[in-house]
């Protein structure tokens, strides 16, 4: 059989703002001004962790916090993110009727916590969309570009649909990070443009075929499985 693994934020849902709403609101609890969202957009894609300790520094360069301070805001960001991780988060217009094209199990990955992440799709429908898995930190112990949570989705698959082996599967998402999860674990790559990803960054990732709208998703999928 063949499976479809995809990343989830920027992939799937449009979940930017309130990603960078609520960093700004953990800046805001330790008496910090907000920063710009197109900064806090430079700081996804390495978990929650790194999201947190780069938005509390405000840039890219630098130390990160002190542990102590910086476990802290992980616990105020898993607060208020929990609060409002659905306020503006929606499906990618268009995904729902891709994803209903694509014909084998679908599964996520991505390196939002396990539980949130189960948690936001249970909220858009992609439980049932992507139901033979959702892998997130905390389910595995490396993030992506590891490749665990592929590695785990693939046996999840498997284990869900009898025992029959997955001959062809493909990774499907947004950043240089998902391409190189996707190579590390023996997978073609799908790029997509409507995430944080630039052509430039998605081809140099070894993407395969790049789609720029949900609607090529499938002829995307089939040429780099091909």
């Not at 059989?1 to 449009?14: C, E, I, K, P, W």
């Not at 962790?49 to 405000?58: E, F, K, T």
């Not at 992506?144 to 785990?152: F, L, S």
């Given at each position: 059989?063949?499976?479809?693994?995809?990343?989830?934020?920027?992939?799937?849902?449009?979940s930017i703002g309130d990603i960078a709403a609520c960093a700004n609101l953990v800046r805001g609890s330790f008496g910090m001004a907000p920063i710009p969202?197109?900064?806090?957009?430079?700081?996804?894609?390495?978990?929650?962790?790194?999201?947190?300790?780069?938005?509390?520094?405000?840039?890219?360069d630098g130390a990160d916090p002190d542990a102590a301070t910086l476990d802290e805001g992980v616990r105020r960001w898993v607060e208020l993110y929990e609060t409002h991780m659905m306020d503006r988060t929606r499906l990618f217009p268009?995904?729902?009727?891709?994803?209903?094209?694509?014909?084998?199990?679908?599964?996520i990955v991505t390196n939002k916590p396990g539980e949130s992440a189960r948690r936001l799709c249970q909220r858009v429908g992609?439980?049932?969309?992507?139901?033979?898995?959702?892998?997130?930190?905390?389910?595995?112990?490396?993030?992506?570009?590891?490749?665990?949570?592929?590695?785990?989705?693939?046996?999840?698959?498997?284990?869900?649909?009898?025992?029959?082996?997955?001959?062809?599967?493909?990774?499907?998402?947004?950043?240089e990070i998902d391409g190189e999860a996707?190579?590390?674990?023996g997978l073609p790559f799908v790029g997509v443009l409507w995430g944080l990803g630039t052509r430039a960054e998605l081809e140099r990732a070894g993407a395969r075929a790049i789609a720029e709208h949900p609607d090529e998703l499938v002829a995307c999928c089939e040429r780099a499985m091909g």
């Open positions: 059989m063949n499976a479809y693994l995809f990343d989830l934020d920027g992939t799937l849902v449009d969202e197109a900064l806090i957009l430079t700081f996804i894609g390495k978990g929650s962790r790194h999201l947190v300790a780069r938005a509390l520094v405000g840039s890219n268009g995904i729902a009727q891709a994803l209903a094209r694509l014909h084998g199990p679908k599964a992609l439980d049932r969309m992507c139901a033979a898995a959702i892998v997130g930190l905390g389910d595995v112990a490396e993030r992506k570009p590891a490749r665990d949570g592929i590695d785990r989705a693939l046996a999840l698959i498997e284990a869900r649909g009898g025992g029959t082996a997955v001959e062809c599967a493909v990774f499907i998402g947004d950043s996707a190579r590390t674990a």
